[in-house]
């Protein structure tokens, strides 16, 4: 069963790494007012969750460079400008939205988390 996940997530993990960038994307620009669900976590949590997700998804999907340190610290680059480019956005497009330093801060946390646990996701990934 975990084969066949495993598969399906490395046919699929280009679409993936779009589908989680599109969805930052709307939830970044978008009024999040209009959600029957309220949330109790800490913004800046969801920040970090957001960004270490995004960036451990591009780090799979680029598979044949996934082991060089210059490719990921590149993701990294451009997971970090493509989240300070939606804050200056929210700041510009948006009425309800603002641009938030400390929003950058924990976006950069969520890269970093990525950066420093991948290796070891890695490994476990290859034992499936």
């Given at each position: 069963m975990?084969i066949?996940?495993?598969k399906?997530?490395?046919?699929?993990?280009?679409?993936?790494?779009?589908?989680?960038?599109?969805?930052?994307?709307?939830?970044?620009?978008?009024?999040?007012?209009?959600?029957p669900v309220?949330i109790?976590?800490?913004?800046?949590?969801?920040?970090s969750?957001?960004?270490?997700?995004?960036?451990?998804?591009?780090?799979?999907?680029i598979?044949?460079?996934?082991?060089?340190?210059?490719?990921?610290l590149l993701?990294?680059?451009?997971?970090f400008?493509f989240?300070?480019?939606?804050?200056?956005?929210?700041e510009?497009?948006t009425?309800?939205?603002?641009?938030?330093?400390?929003?950058?801060?924990?976006?950069t946390?969520?890269?970093?988390?990525?950066?420093?646990?991948?290796?070891?996701?890695?490994?476990?990934?290859?034992?499936?």
């Amino acid at each position: 069963m975990l084969i066949a996940i495993k598969k399906l997530l490395e046919r699929n993990a280009y679409f993936i790494s779009f589908a989680l960038t599109a969805i930052i994307i709307y939830l970044s620009l978008s009024s999040l007012k209009h959600l029957p669900v309220k949330i109790s976590v800490s913004d800046k949590f969801l920040h970090s969750l957001a960004y270490v997700t995004l960036t451990l998804s591009w780090f799979f999907a680029i598979k044949k460079s996934h082991q060089e340190l210059r490719s990921k610290l590149l993701i990294a680059v451009v997971v970090f400008i493509f989240g300070v480019i939606l804050e200056i956005l929210q700041e510009t497009l948006t009425q309800n939205r603002a641009m938030d330093y400390y929003d950058v801060i924990a976006n950069t946390v969520g890269i970093l988390l990525a950066l420093s646990s991948f290796s070891y996701l890695l490994k476990v990934y290859k034992r499936i």
